[in-house]
């Protein structure tokens, strides 16, 4: 036999379920508010039920007191049962449905009441204000009980007072009415309880759709482990609302953008600025892995709609894949480049032992100065007129790789750069990138060719990078500066459309432009501004006057 299973036991409290905890409570809320609403309404009912009693038997004390014999018949006749004062004051009782009609005189004495012993006695109550000339409501009680009385000074033609009336309404008929009232409020009541019960548990169905049926524990969990993920990944999140207002910004999404929290509530083009990254974010460009720029950084964003209208955009940062990328194609161009000259070494050292074995000393001498002088000449040409190591490097090693691919390179007649340059490696990306652009542009044509200048004026850095490619169409001169444009198949490893982008970013950062037009002779030509790119204000160098770089690949191997 099965083990019996052991009992449930009998949990107390609020239920777990989020539906079931706002049913309750609206229930609660809506009973609570239709009590409140029946005792605020019964306290003034059974008030103004009171006034309206008072009001009642002022009016018949005030309509008795008008009575013209009535005066006459209290001053010429003694107080009787039978006397004309107690039969006028029954007729109107009767007719109004009083409780009492109390003719008194001056001194307290009763003329009439309906307990005919009492005619001839002193009033119970005290009849002071009444026979002083004041009218009085209020609630009392007397030989008959509790009563709503009103009484009022009794006249004679002359206006003296000689007595006064005195009318009471049976206190037992207004609390009869205000019973007789309340089933009927009950019955609003209890209606207006359904009506909210069944509003609050539509309420509650939607919610239950909503939560999923999850409990209260339930969504502060998700809550807390949602904050710990989204600010614990390394991964930029950026949620939006149907507005498009960015709702939500992680700690990781804040580095990449630069920005803070304050930007919560504000657009992406409010937050960030007219550009490539706040159309992204805003769906205005769709795709998936989109590139963009933001800063010095290279993004990847993701954007994908959520069921409210709103929007998730996911940011990765691939500056130093995007590095290493670039750095990968300089290696193999320079690969390429050393390989060739291995090829075109093997070539020469043969030449060389041939020459030797043939003993031609004297051309053999000629040969290897020739050689070796055209080596130095062109690093000698370049670190002349530019001092900065980092650069010249740059342009010499970048000769080699263009002589490779058939195109020469060579700096301008004009170009002299100081070695005072305030970020030499910033320079070096902008010139590096402009160069492999331009490369890339002319390489297979015939007399392919690639200029450099760079030169100083006073602080600020021009450069120039000039080749003989197809040029740019007047149509993309600022599209080829937007991140991820670009004409050209991408490599397997990265993608394109970003050198330019980032060059122009440089150079707006620091103050200054990066601009396309078309080259004298065809071609384009790249120029780039950068103000304050140079340290201290020395005087102004010379323009050079060596002889330029040779203008054909062949030569400038």
């Known amino acids: 036999m099965s083990p019996t299973p052991p009992a449930r036991r009998l949990r107390l409290g609020l239920p777990r379920r989020v539906f079931s905890q706002v049913l309750l409570m609206q229930v609660a809320i809506a ?59 029954e007729r109107i009782r009767k007719a109004t449905k009083a409780e009492y009609i109390v003719v008194m005189d001056w001194r307290g004495v009763r003329w009439s ?42 006249r004679d033609s002359d206006g003296t007072v000689i007595g006064a009336v005195s009318v009471g309404i049976a206190y037992d ?25 069944l509003a609050a548990w539509l309420i509650s169905r ?71 990254t706040a159309d992204v974010l805003a769906g205005r460009v769709t795709g998936t892995d989109l590139l963009t720029v933001r800063g010095q950084r290279v993004l990847v964003a993701n954007r994908m709609p959520t069921d409210d209208g709103g929007a998730v955009a996911t940011l990765r940062d691939r500056t130093e894949l995007e590095q290493l990328g670039r750095e990968l ?62 650069l010249a490097a740059l342009l010499v090693g970048k000769a080699t790789v263009a002589a490779e691919r058939g195109v020469a390179l060579w700096v301008s007649d004009r170009t002299r750069l100081p070695d005072r340059l305030v970020d030499p490696q910033g320079l070096v990306t902008v010139v590096g990138n402009l160069v492999d652009n331009a490369l890339d542009a002319v390489a297979g044509k015939p007399h392919a060719r690639v200029e450099v200048e760079l030169r100083a004026e006073g602080r600020t850095a021009i450069l120039r990078v000039r080749d003989t490619g197809p040029g740019i169409p007047p149509e993309h001169r600022e599209l080829v500066f937007t991140t991820g444009w670009s004409t050209k198949k991408p490599p397997a490893h990265r993608e394109r459309g970003i050198g330019l982008s980032l060059v122009r970013r440089l150079a707006e950062r620091q103050g200054g432009s990066a601009t396309v037009g078309e080259a004298h002779g065809g071609g384009a030509e790249f120029t780039v501004v950068l103000p304050e790119a140079l340290a201290g204000a020395g005087p102004e160098p010379a323009v050079s006057t060596v002889p330029s770089a040779p203008q054909t690949a062949e030569e400038g191997s």
């Not at 009016?59 to 003694?78: F, G, M, N, Y």
């Not at 009415?177 to 359904?194: E, N």
């Not at 999850?214 to 807390?224: K, V």
């Open 31 to 89: 009973a609570g508010v239709a009590v409140l609403a029946t005792g605020l309404f019964l306290a003034p009912l059974s008030n103004q039920l009171d006034d309206q009693a008072m009001r009642r038997a002022l009016a018949i004390a005030q309509t008795t007191a008008q009575l013209p014999d009535l005066a006459k018949d209290l001053r010429d006749t003694p107080p009787s049962p039978d006397g004309p004062v107690q039969q006028e004051a």
């Open 113 to 154: 009441h309906t307990d005919r012993k009492q005619i001839g006695g002193i009033v119970s109550t005290d009849p002071g204000q009444a026979l002083a000339g004041k009218e009085v409501m209020e609630i009392d009680s007397g030989t008959l009980g509790r009563s709503a009385r009103g009484k009022v000074p009794l």
């Open 173 to 197: 008929s207004v609390r009869a009415r205000l019973i007789h009232a309340i089933p009927g409020l009950l019955a609003y009541a209890g209606g207006a309880l359904a009506v909210g019960a």
């Open 206 to 276: 939607r919610v239950h759709r909503q939560t999923r049926d999850l409990a209260f524990s339930d969504i502060a969990a998700l809550l807390s482990e949602r904050e710990a993920m989204l600010h614990g990944i390394r991964e930029g999140v950026v949620a939006l609302d149907r507005a498009g207002r960015i709702r939500l910004v992680n700690d990781e999404a804040q580095r990449l953008l630069g920005i803070g929290e304050a930007v919560v509530g504000r657009s992406p083009d409010e937050a960030l600025g007219a550009g490539r």
């Open 329 to 390: 194609d300089s290696t193999r161009g320079l690969i390429d480049a050393l390989r060739a000259q291995d090829h075109e070494h093997a070539n020469r050292m043969h030449t060389l032992l041939g020459l030797l074995e043939l003993e031609m000393y004297d051309d053999a001498a000629d040969f290897v100065g020739e050689v070796v002088g055209d080596h130095r000449a062109t690093a000698e040409q370049v670190t002349e007129r530019i001092e900065d190591p980092l």
